[in-house]
């Protein structure tokens, strides 16, 4: 990539995004009034406008506090210390929910608890910076367990804060809401979390948030959270002597990292020099610890191919002559394996690799090294120093022809996808447009006009659509991608990603700092966008620049598995239907954003394009629903129907 070609390409975007003037630098010109019209005209007829008091209230100053102090403004401080940096919440826990707010944390409030359970996922899956969700208790904490499920499995550090019920209560349990106190909001998110702690003593709320952070930035990234029962926040400190353990986070955390031995070091090296068709796997661990330039380094000097199976992707970016994640026919040709930083091994048998394969694991917990899948060479360590160790003790190798192979086998998947696309493009008719045809034109949008290809951040979500979308997905920059059913599927989160990927974009978080402003493509089906659905509004308030593409064919994917014969009927199979060509354009219309209904395959591309504008002139989101059948996923009459999946690389699904 020639990165000052593509660095003046992402500058003039910003420019142009920030001033809301058109987008003719980065796609070609598309009738910016015509479409920024559809959108004012829309607004108007529906009545919807932000109120008046919303951007006044974000621009609002940031409240300077000096003791005495409340607990509630003490942990806000602790907050702002460690750098948590967004609060994605709902209402609810007003007094903690208040102080963050009100000491600078940048801010946004949706509409359901869970989907903003996974905004703080998706935050940090993009950004690798932590943000905080709050809830009242009980109930509506109850509603983000999902997320804080999904987040543990992709190893996402969220802050989860709750709190409601009072101390006093605990004894009778008859305070509103009320089981077992204060103390069954941590027990909900118990074995979700890494940890969890009901705060009873005011003066040590410094302490408890100082072993949060410590948690969340220390091992490996996991949820924790804390618990504020109504006594707590608003306990007041007269000066600092009051808070027990009042000091700096370099007195009470580390950034020293662990460092491999280097006998394991020796050992892997010689595997990898003994190796004839090596492969890298590049997992979560790189992301959070930043090491992609190592990883690429230490790729270049050894010639050894790398694929990743994390839950974002594009640490190593996709064009890179030695990507492998789009050559998954070669996977059973790999002798070696040297896995850096995957959190969570799947079960022997669900990666591609052959069986006769070795394996090396850098992991910083050694418990983990060797628990799921058998190891060969061991490194426990931080995953950028060992990268670093193994680049400074390996020798320069060539590994050609296995390069050739690799090569060769990317070749042969793109082929097929295109024969795929061939075999599905006649079977579209008006009224009814094929998953094949919105996969080829969301590739053809990516990266076949004048955006530049490493401009958009990809929230990568759907069931049956993406399976075909994510033929064509490509990531070039960390984070680029993310990737929603990682580890722990959970139907309808996409819509939620979107709020946090958006609120990452916004501001510039982490890993997107030289992205920041730039749009979004998000991919669901109709069953996911029910789920989430609502946060287009959330997306419209926050003016966040997304295109959310739904594959609306009418049933859950489940259908599939369910449905009889052509032409016969069981009583099962309604369970899995929905009513018929809904317009969740309209809807989202109706919520303040712009709305595209595509019946058409060859509508599809201008669609994306019109949504673009959009985004860029208007700062607005957009849904493009693109009416399918439930029928193109029986391969009976629709050959292949679904299609299957190859773990890892660019068609992963799971792991």
């Known amino acids: 990539m020639d990165n000052k070609k593509t ?25 910016s009034s015509a479409v920024a019209g559809q959108a004012d005209a829309a607004a108007e007829k529906t009545g919807v406008r932000l109120p008046p008091e919303f951007e006044p209230s974000r621009a609002a100053p940031v409240l300077k506090r000096d003791w005495p102090l409340t607990a509630a403004n003490v942990f806000a401080m602790c907050c702002k210390a460690e750098g948590l940096a967004a609060f994605i ?77 009072s101390i006093s209560g605990e004894d009778t349990g008859r305070a509103k809401g009320m089981v077992a106190g204060s103390w069954r909001d941590q027990w909900i998110t118990t074995g979700v979390t890494k940890w969890g702690k009901t705060i009873v003593t005011p003066a040590r709320i410094w302490e408890h948030t100082a072993e949060a952070f410590r948690q969340m930035k220390s091992g490996i990234p996991k949820p924790v959270h804390l618990v504020f029962p109504t006594e707590v926040p608003n306990a007041r400190f007269t000066s600092a002597k009051d808070v027990r353990y009042y000091v700096d986070k370099t007195r009470y955390r580390t950034e020293a990292k662990a460092y491999p031995e280097p006998k394991a070091i020796t050992a892997a090296v010689a595997l990898l020099k ?103 060479v061991g490194i426990v360590s931080d995953e950028r120093a060992a990268l670093e160790a193994l680049y400074n003790e390996a020798p320069a190798m060539k590994h050609d022809s296995w390069i050739a192979e690799v090569r060769a086998a990317e070749k042969q998947y793109n082929e097929e996808r295109d024969a795929i696309y061939a075999k599905c493009a006649p079977y579209c008719r008006p009224g009814e447009v094929h998953p094949a045809a919105i996969a080829k034109a969301v590739g053809d949008f990516l990266y076949k006009g004048k955006i530049p290809k490493d401009q958009m951040t990809i929230v990568s979500g759907g069931f049956g659509i993406a399976r075909y979308t994510r033929q064509y997905l ?44 730039s749009p979004i493509l ?37 259908w599939a598995n369910q449905h009889p014969a052509p032409g016969e009927r069981n009583r099962r199979e309604q369970l899995h239907l929905f009513q018929e060509n809904l317009r969740y354009d309209k809807m989202a219309e109706a919520l303040g954003a712009h709305g595209e209904y595509v019946t058409n395959a060859e509508d599809v591309l201008p669609a994306l394009q019109r949504c673009y504008d959009v985004a860029i002139n208007k700062r607005l989101p957009s849904v493009v629903n693109i009416q399918g059948k439930k029928e193109f996923w029986d391969p009976r009459v629709y050959p292949p129907g679904q299609l299957g999946k190859v773990e890892p690389g660019v068609g992963a699904y799971y792991y």
């Open 7 to 31: 660095g003046m390409s992402r500058r003039r975007f910003l420019t142009k995004a920030a001033a809301g003037a058109g987008a003719a630098a980065t796609v070609a010109a598309t009738g």
């Open 89 to 165: 919440h709902c209402p609810g826990n007003y007094d903690i929910q208040n102080a963050l707010a009100e000491a600078g944390i940048p801010s946004y409030s949706g509409r359901h608890d869970g989907a903003m359970g996974h905004a703080c996922d998706a935050f940090y899956r993009v950004s690798g910076e932590i943000a905080a969700i709050n809830a009242q208790y009980g109930g509506c904490i109850a509603l983000g367990t999902s997320p804080f499920l999904i987040a543990e499995g992709a190893s996402s550090p969220i802050l989860i804060l709750s709190g409601g019920g």
């Open 274 to 376: 003994s190796s004839e068709r090596p492969m890298i796997v590049s997992a979560q661990g790189v992301f959070a610890k930043r090491a992609w330039d190592v990883l690429k380094a230490f790729a270049e000097k050894t010639q050894i191919p790398v694929t990743e199976a994390a839950p974002q992707k594009g640490c190593f970016a996709d064009d890179h002559p030695l990507s492998a994640s789009a050559s998954p026919n070669c996977y059973a040709s790999v002798d070696v394996v040297l896995v850096v930083g995957h959190y969570h091994m799947p079960p022997p048998g669900q990666w591609a690799f052959p069986p006769s394969a070795k394996y090396i694991r850098i992991h910083p917990v050694p418990e983990e090294i060797g628990r799921d899948t058998p190891i060969d």
């Open 474 to 517: 490509r990531a070039y920059r960390p984070g680029q991608i993310l990737n929603g059913p990682y580890w722990e599927i959970v139907v309808g989160p996409d819509v939620a990603y979107t709020v946090g990927v958006g609120a990452a974009m916004e501001l510039g978080a982490g890993a997107q700092a030289a992205y920041k402003g």
């Open 522 to 558: 998000t991919i669901t089906g109709d069953a996911g966008f029910g789920i989430t659905g609502m946060e287009i509004e959330t997306l419209a308030k926050y003016r966040m620049p997304a295109i959310v593409v739904v594959y609306n064919n009418n049933a859950w994917g489940t």
